[in-house]
């Protein structure tokens, strides 16, 4: 990490290679293999006078996933969105590329029925039957994208996260080739059926990394929110 403690390491070489009933202690072991704390500063440290937050230049895909809930309450969905507009605004445009997607769920049990695949003969809408709200598709006029967050209602809903989680990685996988993927995911926890959660996260595998930010005061399924995270 470039600030707030960072880690260096570093690994003695082999000099000679093992022979007969030699031994070499393996890369890994703590014979050979050392870290040391380094970047102890703080990163608002780094930021110049005129800026209260970092900002992002990688190559990045970035998809942002923001709960819509019902049991945020208004009040709590309306600082999510602005937690979101200011994490959206350190994506610069350009070498990042976001797209963000608030999640609700299904409202009646027609329309559970078709998001969890019960009926098969009426494939579900993601829209209107299953809750997926996508605020913008990648661009790289972020800009664009934080100022449509902030004209978007709460759905007040229920909380289908496993859906919103396989219709980002669909999105990440049509991504750019050269740059690194990220999913963002803003929740208090509170999702349907954390078993297909799980299942959703566990495909992201290495190439998409995944991040889990729980936002309520107390999360009763914190470590069901660990284990979804990369």
Partial sequence: KLCHVGHRARRVPVLVEQKGQGTCPHPDSEERLDFEEC????????????????????????????DGSASYGAEGFEKMQAMAQLVVAGLIGGPVQASALVFGGPESFEALDKCTGGNMSSPPDVLSDCGMHWVSHPTNVTADVAQALTSFSWPASTSMAYMALTLARKELEV????????????????????????????????????????????????????????
């Avoid at 110049?48 to 942002?64: G, I, K, M």
């Avoid at 926890?189 to 799980?198: C, I």
């Avoid at 495909?203 to 399924?221: C, H, N, Q, S």
């Fill in 175 to 230: 991504g750019r080739p050269d740059a690194h993927s990220v999913v963002v995911v803003v929740t208090d926890g509170m999702v349907m059926n954390p078993l297909k959660t799980l299942s959703a996260a566990s495909r992201f595998g290495e190439a998409i990394k995944l991040i889990w930010v729980p936002v309520a005061a107390e999360v009763p399924t914190l470590e069901n929110v660990q284990s979804w995270a990369s």
């Fill in 39 to 66: 970047n102890k500063e703080t990163c608002m440290s780094k930021l110049p006078a005129n800026r209260s937050f970092l900002q992002c230049h990688s190559v990045l895909d970035v998809v942002l996933l923001l």
